[in-house]
């Protein structure tokens, strides 16, 4: 066995000629997946859920690791006693489902390359000659997983966070820190890391233990906080499994905006426009983010788009962001409750700790999910909500709508909140303050531009969800089935 950059390589005996041809192959495709120095596209800020967190954050690209402190933030007499992150898994591989259609039009590259001798008419290679060439090297295996990438998205978040609050994140606490993640392995792999990243700031240069040794112990799983939508009979029925839920997604794919995209891209890589589909079309796209973002490369797969292409598939992504997880259907937001009333169960704990002068149990709580956690609940606190519901019929109404997928939870995002100790309060309501964070910047409230509340003012806003929200109820299905929630 010979062993490569990232990859052990098994070799069996073979003429010289085809074991070093193989070897080198070999090689090159181990390299492939090792993630180079970052670059820009003009394609990056609409790749919706597959951006990359550092187009979110670009002061990143020059100091991932250097904490960027909000000024918004609280300090002086205010201290931050706990801190609840739900933070989405790093950067990941493509799943099983789209490398197949992946596949599929490589697949419809390299027959067309057969039939025309891989150039053009003029005898030039074209854009569908040279994809037809580019290595197609995702494999079914990686189905969703985390990559090398993402593990780095963790630990450097880890880093910031433990600069920017350290305090809270103590080496004193370290034993103290509660870790809940989904079942997903790209999740619990993320999780790792992120301790991976807090070891490193506890001790410079020196190799982590495995997780399962550290003294906070790995994360524990939790699918009914962190996949609810899971736990959800309701949600599962009239949305998931319901195939009329998605209709505006369906429409717009056959709407004008996208079939004009369809026979561009037909006529650039010179293949009959009934061999595609907006599927393919869409995959296509997402392997150009994917290169970006796994390997830092601006691969051909760029080259078929152009900005306003991006923003046409971009809407799409988020059609169905928003009526599979956002404000389409009230249940959508509704079947988060649970996990926002355990965020707030968590606040209260360490409001009555402080009270009565005992140490916080818990002075970090890092939950690890994924962008199907994070935008119900943002949805059901008020966030991102457009005066008119994203159709397929106002894609030019919506060009400067508040939820855009990508701005809101790309890789590694994260919405953290932040409780304050004041002293010299002048009522007891006055003494605990609340800040949030999305993607490490202070976020304002749904409800208002302030960027700090009091704590039970918080809570009182929010007094429906955390009081009369019973997720038993909320996921309960109706008699009859029904959508007639839609918004």
């Known amino acids: ?170 080496r004193e606490n370290y034993g103290r820190l509660r870790l809940i993640t989904s079942s997903k392995h790209r999740c619990v792999d993320s999780g790792a890391a992120f301790l991976q990243g807090l070891w490193q700031h506890y001790h410079p240069g020196l190799p982590p233990p495995d997780v399962a040794d550290m003294e906070c112990g790995p994360p524990r799983v939790n699918d009914k906080l962190m996949r609810f939508f899971d736990h959800c009979e309701k949600f599962l029925t009239e949305v998931e499994k319901n195939a009329t839920a998605l209709y505006h997604v369906e429409a717009f794919k056959t709407g004008p905006e996208m079939q004009n995209i369809l026979k561009k891209v037909a006529a650039t890589l010179q293949v009959p426009v009934n061999d595609l589909n907006a599927d393919l079309i869409q995959v296509a796209f997402f392997t150009c ?85 994070l935008l119900p609940l943002l949805s059901l606190m008020g966030y991102f909500k457009d005066k008119e519901p994203l159709t397929a019929y106002n894609y030019k109404e919506q060009m400067h709508r508040k939820f855009r997928s990508g701005h809101i939870v790309p890789y590694a995002s994260n919405l953290i909140f932040v409780l304050y100790h004041c002293e010299n309060a002048k009522t007891p309501k006055e003494q605990f303050r609340v800040q949030m964070l999305l993607n490490e910047k202070v976020l304002p409230l749904a409800y208002s531009p302030e960027t700090v509340s009091f704590y039970e003012d918080l809570k009182n806003h929010y007094k429906d969800i955390l009081q009369s929200c019973q997720t038993s109820e909320e996921c309960e299905l109706a008699k009859a089935n029904s959508t007639s929630d839609e918004l």
């Open 1 to 170: 066995m010979i062993r490569a950059p990232g990859c052990f390589l098994r070799i069996s005996v073979a003429p010289a000629a085809a074991l070093a041809a193989a070897l080198l192959s070999s090689l090159a495709r181990c390299s492939f997946l090792e993630p180079r120095d970052p670059v820009d596209s003009s394609l990056s800020p609409y790749f919706g859920t597959k951006t990359r967190y550092e187009d979110v954050n670009p002061g990143l690209l020059s100091g991932p690791e250097a904490p960027w402190r909000d000024p918004e933030l609280l300090e002086g007499t205010c201290t931050p006693v706990q801190l609840v992150a739900l933070i989405r898994h790093g950067t990941r591989y493509p799943t099983a489902k789209q490398i197949r259609k992946l596949r599929q039009l490589h697949g419809l590259l390299q027959a067309r390359g057969s039939r025309d001798g891989g150039g053009s008419s003029t005898g030039s290679r074209d854009l569908g000659a040279a994809l037809a060439d580019w290595p197609l090297w995702y494999a079914d295996w990686m189905d969703g997983q985390l990559v090398e990438k993402g593990r780095q998205d963790m630990r450097q978040l880890a880093l910031r966070l433990a600069s920017l609050f350290p305090a809270l994140f103590s």
């Open 289 to 373: 983010s994917f290169d970006l973002a796994i390997k830092g490369v601006n691969s051909p797969w760029c080259d078929v788009f152009d900005i306003d292409d991006a923003k046409v598939l971009e809407y799409l992504n988020d059609l169905k962001q928003y009526w599979k997880r956002g404000y389409g259907y009230t249940i959508n937001s509704r079947s988060s409750c649970t996990l926002f009333q355990d965020i707030f169960q968590h606040l209260d704990k360490a409001v009555e700790q402080k009270q009565r002068s005992q140490p916080i149990s818990s002075p970090v709580i890092l939950q690890f999910g994924h962008a199907e956690t």
